[in-house]
């Protein structure tokens, strides 16, 4: 038998076979339209029932949770499910569209009433809150009255459920019965037109299933292999097919989007891996000018998009100076005054943003500028202030980083304010506390030092007393004579400057060292110290005191002169002075052995 008579006989035969499983179909389904409205009404009169019972349910929860809470969002939640309560209720009253029985009805009549009745108390208890009577309201709610109402409601719900699943039963069973017969024959039928149409299938199932798949498998290979850049191709059919490609491109996204977040991960770490070393690095600064090394130095490796500085409040809270920058503009002010920052104003941080979305700080050069100040606080005292900037004029990097601009400037706040005070711990250690010199203690503890550090530099030791400082006490109080140190020791300072070291040894006496220094830059010093004291007028409170001489001797480590002895022939050289007449400087070496002795 020829190719086309076959295929002309299959095409009968499957005309014919069509034409039968079709009718037998349209016969099952008849049935199946007639089982699908019981079920349907089953569940939509159940449904309707749990449903009733839920949003009565839940209408008290939110009553309850707002008596007990006060807040708004449960009283909002309460009017939301009682307005969906009473559609339900409108949907009830229309039961005999969904074919109801008069039982039915008069048990959803009850259930109306129930929800309403909980419904009065559940409003009453709410108003008896808004009232100011939360025990009332509590009672009402979690009272007999409700709890037997509620009760009541479930068991008429469930006496409906019943009622409306044996009436549906037997409509469903008469209706499975009928629709099974049909589909019985239906499936002998479609088993034989499955026959004929195998082959035909076959060449649907390779076209449109096995070719896609195999365009496919090369795409699942890469995107296994976690090479997310493969492009998938576009699929519009709405079939299975259509679905695994939708869902592979889902897939490529979602992959993408694990990349992005682990990279993210990553650079979180590193950041955070910096913040960690970069206190650490500010735990173990000895200086103020440390501190601004190490944020300088660690500012831009953490945040690369971001330019920055560091300002320090002077001691006097009148000034900021810039302690250190990077990656900010050229014209960045160096020192301003902190009524210029509204950070400080505030304390707390402060975000300038451009377009006016908020007040710019005025030391910001560009007003276009998006900049964070941050003030550095310690124990409710402003020390300072960290300044950022997006490189790009845009406010969204300085935002990404809020809490870790914050994190940094608070541990730089604290280190800044630790270093500041063991710097005043240690001025009070070794400072005079009158004249703000060295104390004698100091002077000990460098004569120790350079005793042992001694390389062959000479060391000069000067020791100067002021002349008949008891009788000027005497005469003129000892506040006048506070008054004549302090005097006296801003002079000193001022002229040996960063030559030497001023201390107060005690008393009225003073003592200055001096590294490498010749013997006639010493007596130099000495005599324009001496000149200067004695030509220095003095007042106090108004009052003229007239002025002061002063005695002075000198001694150096050269010519075989130890370091451990040299303030003893310091001072000997000054006794000198002082019983030779006073107001002059004497030095050691021009005192014979005899003198020295004596």
Known sequence: MKINTLTNLAYGITLALTFFSGLAFILSIRMAHEERQAVEVHLALADLGAQLELDAELRTDEARLYVMRGDLKHLAAFETINEE??????????????????????????????????????????????????????????????????????????????????????????????????????????????????????????????????????????????????????????????????????????????????????????????????????????????????????????????????????????????????QMPEDFPERFDPEACWSLRRGRAHHSLPDKEDVQCQHFPDPRSAGLCIPLMAHGDALGLLVFSSLSNDATPVDDYTAYLGMIAENVGLALANLQLRDRLTRMAVCDPLTGLLNRRSLDESLATFSRENDGVPLTCMMIDIDYFKRFNDEFGHDAGDAVMITFAGILAEIVGERGLCYRFGGEEFSVLFSDISREEALEIAEHIRTRTATTALSHSGRILGTITVSIGLADTRNGGSVSTVRTRSDVALMHAKTNGRNRTVQDMDLTAKQVAG
């Open 85 to 326: 309560e009473h559609r339900l209720e409108e949907q009830a009253r229309h039961v005999k569209d969904l074919a109801g029985t008069e039982a039915e009805l008069a048990l959803l009549a009850g259930i109306t009433t129930l929800i309403d009745g909980l419904e009065e108390l559940e409003v009453a208890a709410i108003t008896a809150y808004q009232s100011g009577n939360p025990q009332a309201a509590r009672e009402i709610l979690f009272g007999d009255e409700h709890y037997t109402m509620h009760v009541r409601l479930v068991d008429q719900i469930k006496a409906f459920t019943n009622e409306v699943t044996a009436r549906t039963a037997l409509a469903l069973q008469q209706a499975q019965i009928r629709s099974e017969l049909y589909n019985v024959i239906a499936r002998v039928l479609l088993g034989v037109t499955a026959l004929v149409f195998l082959a035909v299938l076959y060449f649907v199932l390779r076209r449109r299933v096995a070719l896609p798949l195999t365009h496919m498998s090369s795409v699942v290979r890469r995107l296994a292999k976690q090479d997310f850049e493969v492009e998938v191709p576009a699929d519009t059919r709405r079939d299975e097919i259509g679905d695994l490609t939708n869902a592979i491109r889902i897939f490529r996204e979602n992959g993408l989007e694990r990349e992005r977040l682990d990279a993210e991960r990553k650079r979180d770490l590193k950041m955070k891996g910096l913040i960690l070393e970069m206190m650490r690095r500010m735990q173990a600064c000895q200086k103020t000018e440390e501190i601004a090394e190490v944020v300088a130095c660690f500012g831009p490796q953490v945040f690369a998009d971001l330019g920055g500085a560091f300002f320090i409040l002077n001691e006097t809270k009148t000034v900021l100076w810039r302690a250190s920058t990077w």
